[in-house]
DNA sequence: TAATGGTCCTGTTTGC
DNA sequence: TGCAAACAGGACCATT
């Protein structure tokens, strides 16, 4: 939703100004904030690409602009004049006078990079990202190899589907979701799952996305290039996620909450059975 | 305070 | 046997 967004409305413009507000929302552009500046003002927008939870938009220059979100990253595009939103980091201005693109980020786990581009198995994507596999939005994923590599990782399942070099765009929430569907407990190891298991697994991650897409889109205002997913998908579509002591839409069982790398994981207990050993 | 999601860094294992 | 690459797991970030 969001590419779409920065498709529709910055793609074709050019870039008159760049002001970075938070040095913080660029630290991974290492050459620092004028370096950014300099890459991107004087240049078009050409096109919006994404993959997994990465986002980037072409550069005339042939660079790209590399964005994540992190966990509260936004992109918005506002009339010139606006006031700033408190938690404004990047604002692009462009030649046209026309609605300015806005970077804004909370907590600042997300941020802007401009990167060179590289071709991998002949797909240009931005060098940092290299190494992300496709997600399965993508026309040429293939869910036989995802399927594969999953079963390869010696871990816990949850471990394997969060990992982005195996399938992306999978994230603990999506993660929780797909693992209810396919009632697995998070820790199950790999090495016991079926292919055909893994598939459903992965197959239900996907629909979950799916499902979030959609939803996402609807919130979509003309203006807004998209508020991340979070508006009424979360209240209503999630049957694990955060649902801690609440019944499980399947069996009526209470949800329960465990610990699961300095966060949470959500599953049914008697759904998604912890494996016995661990 | 403890909780949040997604890297990203570091120590370990594997493979050539 | 030695080295680099791949792997696995946990720490860390900012905010409320």
Aim: aromatic share 6%; net charge positive.
């Amino acid at each position: 939703m969001v590419r779409r967004g920065l498709q529709d409305h910055v793609a074709g413009r050019v870039v008159s100004r760049v002001e970075v507000m938070h040095p913080r929302a660029i630290r991974r552009h290492l050459p620092g904030t004028v370096d950014f500046g300099g890459r991107v003002a004087g240049h078009e927008l050409v096109a919006a690409r994404r993959r997994g939870k990465y986002l980037w938009v072409d550069l005339s220059s042939g660079e790209a602009v590399l964005a994540h979100l992190g966990m509260s990253g936004q992109m918005l595009v506002q009339p010139p004049g606006t006031p700033d939103e408190k938690h404004l980091r990047v604002r692009l201005t462009f030649a046209d006078d026309g609605p300015e693109l806005r970077f804004v980020d909370q907590r600042t786990f997300g941020g802007l990079s401009v990167e060179p581009v590289v071709t991998v198995d002949g797909v240009p994507l931005p060098a940092p990202i290299a190494h992300i596999a496709r997600d399965p939005m993508d026309p040429a994923f293939d869910r036989t190899a995802a399927i594969a590599a999953l079963r390869r990782r010696r871990t816990e399942v949850k471990r394997a589907l969060l990992d982005q070099t195996l399938v992306s765009g999978i994230g603990n929430i999506y993660a929780d979701e797909a693992l209810w569907h396919a009632r697995l407990h998070w820790a199950r190891p790999t090495d016991t799952l079926t292919p055909r298991k893994t598939g459903e697994l992965l197959d239900a991650a996907t629909a979950v996305m799916n499902a979030a897409l959609d939803v996402g889109g609807t919130s979509f205002d003309a203006l807004y290039v998209n508020i991340n997913g979070q508006s009424g998908y979360f209240d209503r579509s999630l049957n694990a996620y955060g649902q801690e002591g609440l019944p499980c839409p399947r069996c009526g069982r209470a949800i329960q909450r465990e610990p699961f790398m300095n966060r949470s994981s959500f599953s049914c207990p008697r759904c998604q059975p912890r494996p016995t050993t661990s």
